[in-house]
């Protein structure tokens, strides 16, 4: 059983940085898609960035978060990042860390049915963007 606890949400200005962390206790032996996904009042969970942990330099990116906002792993830590920058009012949501077994990194993308194939879920953490 893969447990996710995320932190680092909370209140900033927009144009300002968090970094959100998720720690995973996630099998070493195992590789798998992780990533952080969002969701905002009124819209639909969303991919924002994943990342395949055994190895390669596979990383995916929204659109609307790319040159933004960088996913990182430390794997002594077995912890999931996700700096964000330049945080603008639309960044706000519930912020979800996720991850699913995988044994390459084909398939971590969020897009269309790769969402759903995630199916280990943190309880999320909020990130409000506001004047």
């Known amino acids: 059983q893969v447990q996710l606890v995320e932190s680092g949400g909370g209140s900033v200005q927009p144009g300002g940085s968090l970094r959100l962390s998720c720690a995973a206790s996630?099998?070493?032996?195992?590789?798998?898609?992780m990533g952080w996904f969002r969701q905002a009042p009124g819209k639909e969970r969303e991919g924002v960035a994943t990342?395949?942990?055994?190895?390669?330099?596979?990383?995916y990116y929204a659109d609307s978060v790319k040159g933004r906002f960088t996913i990182s792993r430390d794997n002594a830590k077995n912890t999931l990042y996700l700096q964000m920058s330049s945080l603008k009012p639309e960044d706000t949501a519930m912020y979800y860390c996720?991850?699913?077994?995988?044994?390459?990194?084909?398939?971590?993308?969020?897009?269309?049915?790769?969402?759903?194939?995630?199916?280990?879920w943190g309880q999320g953490t909020q990130v409000t963007v506001s004047s």
């Open positions: 990342i395949y942990t055994g190895g390669g330099i596979y990383t």
């Open positions: 996630t099998y070493r032996s195992t590789t798998y898609c």
């Open positions: 996720a991850a699913r077994v995988a044994v390459s990194w084909v398939g971590c993308s969020p897009e269309g049915p790769g969402l759903g194939r995630y199916n280990y």
